[in-house]
C-alpha cells in the first residue's frame, strides 16, 4: 500500500510580526495563505494525512476567528477523507483554557492529549504522538513502537540534543538524543520546534519540516512542508517549497566606502517586491562617507516588501585630535561617547561627530 502524508509545523498562527511595522498585518495574513495552500497540496497529492508537529497557533489561546479559519481548512481536509494529526507544541500547550480544549474540531482531527506517546490507527498508518504539557518531557525516553506491518510515525515537538539551539530563537525544550531516536523501531519521526527544515541522521529517518512561512530573519530564504510516502518499507521524503515572502540579512563592510553609491548599488540588485530585506552596514568608513539611512530606505522602500536598514558603522580609529577647532570637536565628542553606556545614544553620539566634521570640511 502506498501511502502518502504531509509534514508540517510551527506556523505560529497569530504571530504579531511588529518588527515588520505597518506591513505586520499583511504577513499575518501571508501565514493564513500559507496554511490553506498546504490544506491545497493535501488535496492535490491525495495524501492519507496532514501532520502537525506542534505552534500551530502563537498562544494557546488564539481569536476566535482565527481558530474559526483554521476549523474551515480542516473541513476541508474532511470533505476528502484526509485526516489530521496534531501535537501541540510549547506556544500553544494542551492545558485548562487551551484552543485545544475550547473548540470542537471536525471528526478528521485527532488531537493528542496525553503525556507519553500514544499510537492512533487508520487504514494502514499508526502515528504515535503527545500532548505538550511541561518543556521537561524526554518524549522517546525509553520508548519503543510495537511491530507492525503499518507505517510506524512518530509526531513530536521536541529538541534533539545534537543541534545547536543557540542559534534558534528558543531554547531546546524536551530533550530527544539519538540513540532514543535509533531504537524508537519508527519507520519516520516528524518533529515540530526547529524552524528551518533539517534532517536528523539517524537509523530511524527523521526530519524537523522547520515553519513554512518565515518568522524572522534567523530563518532561511525558502521554507517548505515536506511530502512523505511509504511503500514497502520505503520512506521517499520531499520538500514542498511554500513561502510567499523571502527574509534575508546582508552585512556589508563599509570601510573602504567613501560614498552610499556602493549601499545603493546592493539595495538595486537585491530588490524584490516579496522580500524581507535586512541590511546591516559594518566596518571604519573615513567620515567622507555621508549616510543618511532615512533618506535610503525612503528611496527603495517601495521595492521591497519591507526594508530595515541597521546602522552599525563606527567611527575611524585614526581621527586627528590636534588643537584646531576641528581636532577639539573630535576630542570633546569622544570622550563622551567613550562615557556613555547607553548603544543608542552611543550611536547618535558617533552620528553627530561624523556630521559635525562634515559641516568644519566644508562637505555637507
Same mark, same amino acid.
Given at each position: 500500500?502506498d501511502?502518502?502524508?504531509?509534514?508540517?509545523?510551527?506556523?505560529?498562527?497569530?504571530?504579531?510580526?511588529k518588527?515588520?511595522?505597518?506591513?505586520?498585518?499583511?504577513? #499575518?495574513?501571508? +501565514?493564513?495563505?500559507?496554511?490553506?495552500?498546504?490544506?491545497?497540496? +493535501?488535496i492535490?497529492?491525495?495524501v492519507?494525512?496532514?501532520?502537525?508537529?506542534?505552534?500551530?497557533?502563537?498562544?494557546?489561546?488564539?481569536?476566535?476567528?482565527?481558530?474559526?479559519?483554521?476549523?474551515?481548512?480542516?473541513?476541508?481536509?474532511?470533505?476528502?477523507?484526509?485526516?489530521?494529526?496534531?501535537?501541540? $507544541?510549547?506556544?500553544d500547550?494542551?492545558?485548562? $483554557? =487551551?484552543?485545544?480544549?475550547?473548540?470542537?474540531?471536525?471528526?478528521?482531527?485527532?488531537?493528542?492529549?496525553?503525556?507519553?506517546?500514544?499510537?492512533?490507527?487508520?487504514?494502514?498508518?499508526?502515528?504515535?504522538?503527545?500532548?505538550?504539557? %511541561?518543556d521537561?518531557?524526554?518524549p522517546l525516553?525509553?520508548?519503543?513502537?510495537?511491530?507492525?506491518?503499518?507505517?510506524?510515525?512518530?509526531?513530536?515537538?521536541?529538541?534533539?540534543?545534537? !543541534?545547536?539551539?543557540?542559534?534558534q530563537?528558543?531554547?531546546g525544550?524536551? #530533550?530527544?538524543?539519538?540513540?532514543?531516536?535509533?531504537? +524508537?523501531?519508527?519507520?519516520?519521526v516528524?518533529? $515540530?520546534?526547529?524552524?528551518?527544515?533539517?534532517e !536528523?541522521?539517524?537509523?530511524?529517518?527523521?526530519?524537523? =519540516?522547520?515553519?513554512?512561512?518565515?518568522?524572522?530573519?534567523?530563518?532561511k530564504k525558502? +521554507?517548505?512542508v515536506?511530502?512523505?510516502?511509504?511503500?514497502?518499507g %520505503?520512506?521517499?521524503?520531499?520538500?514542498?517549497?511554500?513561502?510567499? #515572502?523571502?527574509?534575508?540579512t546582508?552585512?556589508?563592510d563599509?570601510?573602504?566606502?567613501?560614498?552610499?553609491?556602493?549601499?545603493?548599488?546592493?539595495?538595486?540588485?537585491?530588490?524584490?517586491?516579496?522580500k524581507?530585506?535586512?541590511?546591516?552596514?559594518?566596518?571604519?568608513?573615513?567620515?567622507?562617507?555621508?549616510?543618511?539611512?532615512?533618506?535610503?530606505?525612503?528611496?527603495?522602500?517601495e521595492?521591497?516588501?519591507?526594508?530595515?536598514?541597521?546602522?552599525?558603522?563606527?567611527?575611524?580609529?585614526?581621527?586627528?585630535?590636534?588643537?584646531?577647532i576641528r581636532?577639539?570637536?573630535? #576630542?570633546l565628542?569622544?570622550?563622551?561617547?567613550?562615557?556613555?553606556?547607553? =548603544?543608542?545614544?552611543?550611536?547618535?553620539?558617533?552620528?553627530?561627530?561624523?556630521?559635525?566634521? $562634515?559641516?568644519?570640511?566644508?562637505?555637507?
Open positions: 500500500m501511502i502518502k502524508l504531509v509534514h508540517t509545523s510551527d506556523l505560529h498562527l497569530g504571530a504579531t510580526f518588527v515588520l511595522g505597518d506591513k505586520s498585518k499583511l504577513h #499575518r495574513n501571508d +501565514c493564513h495563505d500559507v496554511f490553506s495552500n498546504i490544506t491545497n497540496l +493535501c492535490k497529492e491525495q492519507k494525512a496532514l501532520l502537525i508537529g506542534g505552534d500551530l497557533f502563537e498562544t494557546a489561546e488564539p481569536q476566535k476567528s482565527l481558530v474559526k479559519f483554521v476549523i474551515n481548512e480542516f473541513e476541508r481536509l474532511n470533505q476528502e477523507k484526509i485526516t489530521v494529526f496534531i501535537s501541540s $507544541g510549547n506556544h500547550p494542551y492545558k485548562n $483554557g =487551551s484552543v485545544w480544549l475550547e473548540y470542537r474540531f471536525p471528526s478528521n482531527v485527532i488531537i493528542f492529549d496525553t503525556p507519553d506517546l500514544e499510537a492512533k490507527e487508520i487504514d494502514g498508518l499508526t502515528v504515535y504522538g503527545l500532548a505538550y504539557l %511541561n521537561t518531557k524526554e525516553k525509553g520508548f519503543k513502537a510495537k511491530d507492525s506491518d503499518n507505517f510506524k510515525v512518530g509526531l513530536i515537538h521536541g529538541s534533539i540534543t545534537d !543541534i545547536n539551539w543557540n542559534e530563537p528558543e531554547a525544550y524536551r #530533550r530527544i538524543t539519538k540513540t532514543d531516536l535509533d531504537n +524508537c523501531n519508527l519507520d519516520y516528524a518533529l $515540530g520546534h526547529f524552524h528551518d527544515i533539517l !536528523i541522521k539517524s537509523k530511524t529517518k527523521c526530519f524537523y =519540516s522547520g515553519t513554512p512561512e518565515p518568522l524572522t530573519f534567523k530563518n525558502d +521554507c517548505s515536506i511530502l512523505v510516502s511509504y511503500n514497502s %520505503n520512506v521517499i521524503v520531499k520538500p514542498i517549497k511554500t513561502n510567499i #515572502r523571502e527574509f534575508e546582508l552585512e556589508i563599509c570601510t573602504n566606502f567613501e560614498s552610499d553609491s556602493e549601499i545603493r548599488k546592493i539595495l538595486e540588485k537585491n530588490k524584490d517586491k516579496n524581507v530585506l535586512r541590511l546591516v552596514l559594518k566596518g571604519l568608513p573615513s567620515l567622507d562617507l555621508n549616510l543618511d539611512v532615512e533618506l535610503l530606505k525612503k528611496e527603495f522602500d521595492n521591497y516588501f519591507f526594508l530595515k536598514i541597521d546602522d552599525n558603522i563606527h567611527l575611524p580609529e585614526n581621527l586627528t585630535e590636534d588643537e584646531t581636532g577639539n570637536l573630535i #576630542r565628542i569622544k570622550a563622551e561617547i567613550e562615557k556613555e553606556k547607553d =548603544s543608542e545614544k552611543k550611536k547618535r553620539l558617533e552620528n553627530s561627530l561624523r556630521i559635525g566634521i $562634515g559641516y568644519l570640511d566644508k562637505k555637507l
